[in-house]
Structures are given as structure tokens and as C-alpha cells.
């Protein structure tokens, strides 16, 4: 059975259980109103009683009475206040607030049949009045008295409460069906986040379901997408060294031609290369992969170490360190180290000679924030946003500058310490490399 009309059916019932319950007890302690209700003859009884033996006196109502008896089965007495038979009535017994003659004087009457005994007080301008009512046994729950207006209002109760059961259920399950679409659609690799709009608008735990569910989706979106797009582009990145080595295969295989050391040393290059294409793209995999645990480290010896080891690799090129930021984060040190080494082998391979590389380290804000900024030909405004991405190139980049992925690897990298990483032009005409970790972790 689905949710929804288990959901329905629980609801319902134990509204109805309860609403029944509660009227059964309530009719219980008050049958009478049950047996008016179920003999709508007896409602203007006691007036129409009354007011026939005060206008039309004693033998009228008398009548009256007995004209009640043969057609409704119903018995009745009249007393005054002080408990005084008025009118000889249709009971056969005096009631039992009413005067009881010695055992010896009565005289044998056939009882009342069996039945419902009712002790109503009346009251109107002339006097007050006891009146003892005996209903016959059949008459009591007769179903074919039973009014029209009692069983609407019991239908009408009922489909109400269906009705809203009905509205509470859908309320309740329809979002969590469109959570299973949402769901079923990022399963089969796209996923379409339209639908979730009304349901992340709810202020209760649903919408707060649903809203995390979009998150997660987006960033599982992303992801596959960003993998597709990574294999794409490794697949075209690999076809080139291939194609050369296999060219190079083939033209060393001929029988007719001598070893050529030259051939050789360009395949051995080749080789070089994909090797090192190789490598990074096993690096860039490693920093999605959360296997690895953090641990505390310290970001001023870090950024000492990687200047210091850049400016060792080239000596002709000044690097400039300055400002400190004390912080301690939780994160991966090696990981960390190498997107700054990455950013710096950047600004070094694109400085001039005898250039400077300024790495300024300011903590003043919120965030810490660590600049890397060359003196080199500088990039074109619209390529700052593409640089992060995999296998980007800029137009006039030598062939031999890199396959595009160091960028993207130390942007990983650093999105994994809850940091970003951005460009923008150098006022020196160079690129300046950004970036920005959160000071909460220290």
C-alpha cells in the first residue's frame, strides 16, 4: 500500500475513532437527547400537553393522550407541582414520585409493556407541571424515525473528515514523491531542481529535506558533469602523444631504415610527456578522493618552504615573501604546498627575466588572503574566470607550457581547505593569483 493512503487511512480512522468515541460517551451520559432525536414526536411533547389542559381543559388533553397512545405508542401523566395527578392519564401505574395508595387499595392494572420511562418538568405562565412519558420498547431505536438531518450531518461529518484527511495526506506525501522524481532524474544523470522550487518554499522539516536534497543534487550535478567534461578533455589530450608515438612506431619499424637517434629521442619525449600528463591527471583524482584524514598544520613554515624551494629552482628571478598570517588550519598540508608551488611555477614560467614574483600574505580581513602576482604578458580579461578549468589554454601559450591542469589541480586543492582561488590583472601589467582561506579554521 503506498504512503499516501496509508497516511489517509490512519488519519481518517482515528479521527473517526476518536470523534466516535467521544460521542458515544457523550450520548451515553445523556441518552435522552439520542431518543428525542429518533422520535421527533416527543420534542413539543410536554408543551403541546400543557397547552392543550390549560386552553381546552382537562377532557382535551385527556383525549390528547390517547391519541398519542394509539398512534406513537406513547403513555403519559400529568402532574402538578406537588406531584398531583391532573388527568387520569395513559399509564397504568402511577409513577414513583407521585402519591402511592396502601398495597390493599389498589386495584390490578396490567403493567406498562416495556420501555423507556421519561420524568420531564414543565414550566409555563399559569403553573409548573410533572410529566411521566413511557415509551414503548419498539419505538425506542426505530431507524425508519430516525430523521433525515441527523443522518446528514452524521454523512456530512464523516465526509468532511475524509475530506481533510485527504488534503493532509497529499499535503504531507505529494512532496516526498516529488523528492522520489527529483531523485530518479539525478540517477539517470540530470538532474532538474525545477520541481523542488514550491516544495523549498515550505518552512517545516519537508522543505528542509527538500532544500538539502537540492544541494546535494547540484553538487552531485557538478560533479558528474565536471567528470564527463574531465574525460572529454583527457581523452582529447591523449590523442595527440599517442597519434606522434604511433607515427613514430611505425617509422621506426620499417625494415629499410637505420636506427635514427634522433627518432628516438623525440618518442622518448613523447613518452615524457604522457607520463607527466599521466601524473597529473592521477593527481587531480587524488584531491577528490577524502580517504586521506586532516591534520593541524601551521600556514607561515608552509609558505616559507615553497618560496623558499621556488627561488632555489630559479635563481635570475626575485620572490618576494611578505606579511605573516598565524594561522593554523586542518587541512593537508602536501596538498596545500603544492597548489602554491603549482601558482608559483605559473608566475616563473611566464616572468621575464631577471623578473619579481611578489607573494603578499594579509590577514586583516575576515579571510587570509595570499597574492602571487608576476610581471609577465599579463591575461586577457575574459580568460581570468577559464583559467581554473582543466585543459584550458590561453591563445599565444607555447605549446610546451603544460597541458592546462596545474592551474586546476592547486584550485582543487585549495577548495578542499574551504578556500577559493581567483585571477585578475597585476597593476604591473602581470596576473595576480588570489587566494582566499577561511580564518575559522585556525
Known sequence: MRLFWKVFAVLWLATLLVGGSGFLVSRALQQDWLLLQ??????????????????????????????????????ARLFDASATSLLPGTLPRLPRFGPQPPPSARHPEPPPPRGRLLQLSWQTDQQDYLITVHIAEPNLWNAE?????????????????????????????????????????????????????????????????????????????????????????????????????????????????????ALWQRLDRECDRLDRLIDAILTLSRLDSQAEPAQTFALDPLLRRVVEDA?????????????????????????????????????????????????QV???????????????????????SKLSEPFVRVPGQPADSGYGLGLTIAARAIARHNGTLRFDCAPQRGLRAIIRLPKGQN
Not at 45 to 56: D, G, M, N, P, R
Not at 332 to 346: G, K, T, V
Open 145 to 261: 424515525r430516525a430523521p433525515i438531518g441527523l443522518v446528514l450531518n452524521i454523512a456530512l461529518g464523516m465526509g468532511l473528515l475524509a475530506l481533510l484527511s485527504l488534503l493532509l495526506s497529499r499535503y504531507l506525501t505529494a512532496p516526498l514523491r516529488q523528492l522520489g522524481l527529483a531523485a530518479q532524474s539525478l540517477g539517470h544523470g540530470r538532474f532538474e531542481g525545477a520541481p523542488l522550487a514550491r516544495i523549498n518554499q515550505r518552512r517545516d522539516e519537508i522543505g528542509d529535506l527538500s532544500r538539502q536534497f537540492g544541494l546535494m543534487a547540484e553538487q552531485v550535478q557538478n560533479l558528474l558533469d565536471s567528470q564527463q567534461q574531465l574525460m572529454r578533455d583527457i581523452s582529447h589530450e591523449l590523442r595527440s602523444p599517442l597519434a606522434r608515438l604511433r607515427i613514430g612506431l611505425a617509422l621506426g619499424s620499417q625494415p629499410d631504415r637505420a636506427a635514427d637517434a
Open 362 to 384: 594579509d590577514a586583516a580581513a575576515a579571510h587570509c588572503e595570499i597574492s602571487i602576482e608576476d610581471e609577465g604578458s599579463g591575461v586577457a580579461e575574459p580568460w581570468l
Open 311 to 359: 627561488q632555489f629552482a630559479t635563481p635570475e628571478l626575485t620572490i618576494n615573501l611578505q606579511g605573516a598570517s598565524q594561522l593554523q588550519l586542518s587541512g593537508w598540508p602536501e596538498q596545500l604546498a603544492s597548489a602554491i608551488d603549482n601558482l608559483l611555477r605559473n608566475a616563473q614560467r611566464f616572468s621575464p627575466p631577471e623578473g619579481q614574483i611578489r607573494v
Open 38 to 75: 429518533l422520535n421527533p414526536q416527543l420534542r413539543d411533547f410536554a408543551a403541546q400537553l400543557t397547552s392543550t389542559y390549560e386552553h381546552e381543559g382537562a377532557v382535551a388533553a385527556q383525549d390528547w393522550l390517547e391519541q398519542q397512545r394509539r398512534q406513537h405508542r406513547i403513555r
